[in-house]
């Protein structure tokens, strides 16, 4: 059974931001600048789970993963622009 999340992050060091943002790309997509709707299995969510613990620094970093139950998505109100991507050139790093 599949399950949502808002993932939403804090990375300190660029290239690592870069990195987590793309693997969240691969699972969900982008609400805001730092945060990811995704939607997965137990199995996904495992695989995400550590291929961002791998990215970062957990002495600099967060990542905290929200759940979204079906109640909860349901009362979900945007005000504006409900959906947010953000250009990569955004994230490039020299």
Excluded: H, N, T
């Amino acid at each position: 059974m599949r399950s949502r999340y808002l993932v939403v992050y804090d990375i300190r060091e660029p290239r690592r931001l870069q990195r987590v943002a793309r693997i969240l790309a691969d699972y969900g997509q982008r609400v805001q600048k730092s945060k990811f709707e995704i939607e997965v299995g137990p199995a996904a969510l495992r695989e995400l789970y550590r291929r961002l613990a791998a990215e970062i620094d957990p002495r600099e970093d967060g990542i905290k993963y929200i759940p979204l139950c079906q109640a909860c998505q349901a009362k979900i109100e945007v005000i504006g622009r409900g959906k947010y991507i953000e250009p990569d050139a955004e994230y490039d790093v020299v």
